[in-house]
């Protein structure tokens, strides 16, 4: 391919060097080169290649192309290149190994996996060498590529790898996939956007064309019809050429390329014709069989510079994209039309049984002419879903399954069950459920039970059952038809659907049937040795038996269920289990196993990368956070919870988002009162549920609002205590009830409370999945005790319930049961006292701890030292010491005072440190250490700027956030006074270092009881 002269890009070039050398010593980067066609995005990636391979950089291309390329396409011949071996450098679709399951067997990770591979595969090529990827023409690329992308791009920090995209940015011919993905790359992917040349450099580039300089009004008329575009310039400077006159010089670059096609012969716009419409990178063989023999003309072309050059891998590839586009928009419709039908029909004799060209084919006949277009067109869109389907390009799949749909001699439900599966594993999980309830009523009139069942199962996302709907009408009814109309006999079908009507039966007035139901279909699975049905069925069974009462036998059929996950190669499967297993350690209270197995849970999750899996690992740590006090890393955790489930589209993570915040709220003893609107929407989310009405009482309870308290617990006692359904949620529905028993003084309810949580008193009460733990029953049992005069009870249970929180470091809840038990017994916490004083007098403190006395002058630190002192145990929020300290009520400290910096500020920096990394880079070269010195301190100082203006996640950091800039006003207050008390009293300046907390929430937490006076 012709190289162009590139004139004008120096800033840009820079930008990329810098880049470049930041991935050579191990500090990938990335980068998109944005412009509309003919701004040289392609002329200045080559440059960059060039440069690469001067200091000895590998570099790939990649293409992208919009002419029904197989999935994957630009990272394939990426591939090729670095690693010949890897399956997407293969030319044959790896299936799925299909078992006659369909829908069931599918496995959603398999192409996360591949991404995986990918990476790996990045990491060992460039540990031998830093390496440069150029992927062309972002704009055409299919989606599955740009998920690989996305997930390139995040990888990189760790790779010697600089990847540059080329990306013509004109939204109405852009799809808003890519336009989403791009948009989406993190901020620290620079995009460089290519404008319009200067003057003086229109000038300069006109020079190259011409050989002359031209006259200075020249110039100015060229920059003036062509904006500056490099393209534009060269075509325009061509035509003057030609014509030597400057006059009548179109306004319009495609008008240049049409007068310059127009001059070539017509044997030559022929083949050109039919390369247009064939594609950019089309088959020399397939467009000369089409257009005739007429490899002259092939060389007229390039001379006039219409192709690039000579054909390149047998391809033929225009000078530029907008020549093949003048090519394709002059045709007529028919004339295209009857091209098109030409390509096909060439193209299908030589075809064969290789769908390599399937999607080509379908392209070409869906926009041919004739009576059997149409049917031709379907019949090859079904072998390009199916072959992009099993290359992992399932947005891809989509597409093709459509039109295939449009043909009439197909089997329609086996095709729409194909589509549904599609839709899954893109993640259109909504798109989906439409497919496969109208699969199902298809099935239905034709009498088809076991695409029925499919249909069925693939309303719950397929086999594995990972979040399965509840109360879903619609799945139960189609369940249970299709288990009357499958035989009645073993098979993997059959136990599939009745594993899963029994989830389906769960809160309803099938209940009963539950436990038979998915017994039978463990049986079932395991005699016809299907493993993926099997987990799935021993996944119904334990939701069968999830009440307290069964727990160890819960835990042995989800060790079971991983057991068998594993033996089937089946991640999410493996994920589900160890989801079930996690539950399970955590009501046992086996913290060291819980962390044990949230690591194992992550470590495939990760593998995975589907946001569908991967949520669940912040919601548990950020859980195990709450138990030890870190407030502030719990809600940051739920922030991250609630990103990734939102990707994911996961109801599950939205609940569980707002099980972690509100039991935050409860265990910081911090409860908003706007929270209570989130309460009602929770209420309401799960359709006013027994197990919701307890735990809205029981909140606004320790809310202080017992009126409205009172009323969700009337509600809920209307139904009873046996409403509450012995499953998963049982324990925790009990303790809402019991706790708001205390708080609404219900004696009865608090008294059957009590004897129905007797038998569970050392379970611990965990809140859904995992998203809260509440305690351990037994402090609950203890406080119910008390609460009816039942003294000794309550010391025994409250004492247990310490021990039990002391080998759990559950710092906030001990706190709590000491409490109770004081309160209980009318002792103090702990066997021993120490007393201490810390009293302000005029503008000293006088201080004194065990044997020594001291003063220290006074500020704000003191006064938060003092108002932590008075309430040990109780965690303080940063506004509220604010406001003990003479600031602004809490509810007042509001506003945003907008970014740290400002959008120009920000550009300016970033356009700094791109300078400066320039900068390093030749003063390496140069061998002047001390300049490097002085250029990394100024460049490593903006970075640090740029750090902080940022939150997670990219975003702009406010100096508005009340509560950040309280948390760090107070921990260098606290930090200035005890630094001050260290001076005059050591001993008190430890004992306040080890048992003082800062945060959003400070607290003091002594580890011997401390009585201070003021």
């Given at each position: ?47 960059l290649a060039d440069r690469a391979l001067e200091l000895g950089v590998t570099v790939a291309w990649g293409w992208c192309s919009a002419a029904g390329m197989p999935p994957f396409w630009p990272w394939r011949t990426i591939l090729r290149e670095l690693a010949p071996e890897h399956r997407l450098a293969g030319d044959g679709p790896a299936g799925h190994g299909a078992d006659g399951l369909g829908v069931l067997r599918g496995d959603a990770g398999v192409r996360a996996r591949l991404f995986v591979s990918v990476i790996d595969t990045l990491q060992k090529v460039s540990g031998d060498g830093p390496v440069v990827l150029i992927l062309e023409d972002l704009q055409w690329a299919d989606s599955a590529s740009l998920l690989l992308l996305r997930q390139v791009v995040d990888a990189l920090p760790g790779l010697r790898v600089l990847l540059v995209a080329t990306y013509r940015d004109e939204p109405p011919k852009t799809g808003e996939d890519v336009r989403a993905v791009v948009h989406d ?830």
């Amino acid at each position: 391919m012709e190289r162009r002269v590139m004139v004008g890009r120096a800033r840009p070039l820079a930008e990329l060097d810098a880049l470049l050398a930041a991935a050579i010593d191990g500090r990938g980067r990335s980068a998109i080169v944005l412009g509309e066609p003919g701004m040289g995005k392609t002329t200045l990636a080559e440059a960059l290649a060039d440069r690469a391979l001067e200091l000895g950089v590998t570099v790939a291309w990649g293409w992208c192309s919009a002419a029904g390329m197989p999935p994957f396409w630009p990272w394939r011949t990426i591939l090729r290149e670095l690693a010949p071996e890897h399956r997407l450098a293969g030319d044959g679709p790896a299936g799925h190994g299909a078992d006659g399951l369909g829908v069931l067997r599918g496995d959603a990770g398999v192409r996360a996996r591949l991404f995986v591979s990918v990476i790996d595969t990045l990491q060992k090529v460039s540990g031998d060498g830093p390496v440069v990827l150029i992927l062309e023409d972002l704009q055409w690329a299919d989606s599955a590529s740009l998920l690989l992308l996305r997930q390139v791009v995040d990888a990189l920090p760790g790779l010697r790898v600089l990847l540059v995209a080329t990306y013509r940015d004109e939204p109405p011919k852009t799809g808003e996939d890519v336009r989403a993905v791009v948009h989406d790359l993190p901020t620290a992917v620079p995009r460089i956007r290519l404008d319009g040349l200067g003057i003086d450099e229109v000038a300069e580039l006109v020079t190259r064309v011409l050989g002359d300089t031209p006259a200075d009004e020249l110039a100015t008329m060229v920059h003036s019809r062509t904006g500056g575009n490099p393209f534009f310039v060269r075509e325009v400077s061509r035509l003057l050429a030609a014509r030597s006159s400057t006059t009548g010089v179109p306004d319009g670059v495609r008008e240049v390329l049409a007068r310059r096609i127009a001059r070539v012969s017509q044997d030559c716009q022929r083949i050109l014709e039919v390369a247009a419409v064939a594609g950019n990178g089309a088959d020399v063989s397939l467009v000369m069989a089409v257009a005739g023999n007429l490899a002259d003309e092939l060389e007229e072309a390039a001379a006039a510079r219409l192709l690039a050059g000579p054909p390149v891998d047998n391809r033929l590839w225009f000078a530029h994209a907008l020549v093949q586009e003048v090519l394709e928009t002059s045709l007529g419709t028919a004339r295209r039309a009857a091209l098109h039908r030409a390509l096909a029909e060439q193209l299908e004799a030589t075809a064969g049984d290789d769908d390599e060209a399937a999607g080509e084919l379908a392209r070409h006949w869906s926009a041919a002419f004739g009576p059997d277009a149409a049917e031709r067109a379907a019949a090859w869109a079904l072998r390009a879903a199916r072959s992009a389907g099993q290359r992992m390009g399932y947005e891809q799949a989509v597409d093709a399954y459509r039109i295939a749909l449009r043909g009439k001699d197909i089997e329609r439900t086996k095709v729409m069950l194909e589509l549904g599966e599609a839709q899954m594993y893109a993640g259109d999980l909504e798109g989906a459920r439409q497919t496969f309830a109208q699969t199902a009523e298809l099935a239905r009139r034709n009498g088809r039970a076991s695409h029925l069942a499919m249909a069925a199962l693939g309303l719950g996302a397929g086999l594995s059952g990972f979040e399965v709907p509840q109360y879903d009408e619609l799945q139960t009814e189609l369940l249970e038809e299709a288990l009357a109309s499958l035989p009645e006999r073993d098979g993997g079908m059959r136990a599939a659907v009745m594993g899963r009507l029994s989830l389906a039966y769960a809160g309803t007035d099938r209940e009963s049937e539950r436990l038979d139901l998915a017994r039978s279909a463990v049986a079932m699975a395991e005699r016809v040795g299907h493993p993926c049905v099997e987990s799935g069925a021993l996944a119904a069974y334990c939701d069968a038996i999830a009440g307290p009462a069964r727990l160890d036998e819960r835990f042995a059929a989800a060790s079971r269920m991983l057991s068998v996950a594993e033996r089937g190669h089946d991640s999410p499967c493996q994920l589900l289990a160890r989801r079930l297993r996690l539950v399970a350690l955590m009501e046992r209270g086996d913290w060291p196993e819980v962390d044990a197995e949230i690591d194992a849970f992550a470590r495939t999750a990760n593998r995975l990368m589907l946001p569908l899996y991967s949520w669940y690992v912040p919601l548990w740590r950020g859980a195990r956070a709450l138990m030890s006090g870190d407030f502030e890393t719990a809600a940051r955790y739920a922030d991250e919870t609630e990103a990734i489930g939102r990707r994911a589209g996961s109801a599950n993570a939205a609940l569980m988002v707002f099980t972690l915040r509100m039991w935050t709220h409860r265990t910081a003893g911090v409860l908003p009162a706007n929270f209570i609107d989130d309460i009602d929407a929770a209420v309401k989310a799960v359709t006013e549920s027994s197990v919701a009405l307890g735990m809205c009482a029981s909140y606004l309870a320790a809310a202080g609002d017992l009126s409205r308290a009172g009323r969700y617990f009337d509600r809920l006692m209307s139904r009873g205590l046996n409403a509450i359904p012995d499953d998963c949620e049982w324990l925790e529905g009990m303790w809402h009830t019991g706790d708001a028993a205390i708080a609404l003084d219900r004696a009865e309810v608090a008294d059957e409370v009590a004897r129905r949580l007797a038998p569970y008193e050392d379970l611990w009460v965990i809140d859904g999945i995992g998203g809260g733990v509440m305690g351990v029953t037994a402090h609950l049992l203890g406080r119910l005790a008390a609460y009816r005069g039942r003294m000794g009870d309550a010391r025994r249970l409250l004492s247990k319930a310490i021990s039990a929180y002391q080998g759990a470091n559950a710092v906030p809840w001990l706190t709590r049961a000491e409490e109770d038990l004081a309160a209980s017994s009318g002792v103090v916490q702990r066997t021993a006292n120490i007393e201490g004083v810390f009293r302000k007098d005029g503008r000293t403190w006088h201080l004194r701890w065990r044997d020594g006395e001291a003063t220290v002058p006074d500020s704000k630190g003191m006064h938060d030292l003092s108002v932590l002192l008075g309430q040990p145990g109780t965690p303080v929020h940063v506004l509220d010491l604010v406001a003990a300290a003479g600031g602004p009520p809490r509810a007042a400290a509001g506003g945003d005072t907008g970014p740290v910096l400002d959008g120009m500020a920000k550009d300016a920096y970033k356009r700094r440190v791109a300078e400066l990394e320039s900068d390093i880079v030749e003063a390496e070269r140069d061998g002047t250490s001390q300049r490097v010195g002085t250029l990394v301190e100024e460049r490593d100082f903006l970075v640090r700027e740029l750090a902080a203006a940022y939150g997670l996640g990219g975003r702009a950091r406010t100096t508005g956030d009340p509560a950040e800039r309280a948390r760090k006003a107070v921990a260098m207050r606290v930090a200035t006074a005890i630094k001050a008390i260290r001076e005059v009293h050591p001993g008190l300046a430890r004992h306040l270092e080890l048992a003082v907390s800062t945060g959003r929430f400070c607290v003091y937490r002594p580890e011997e009881t401390a009585t201070w006076h003021s």
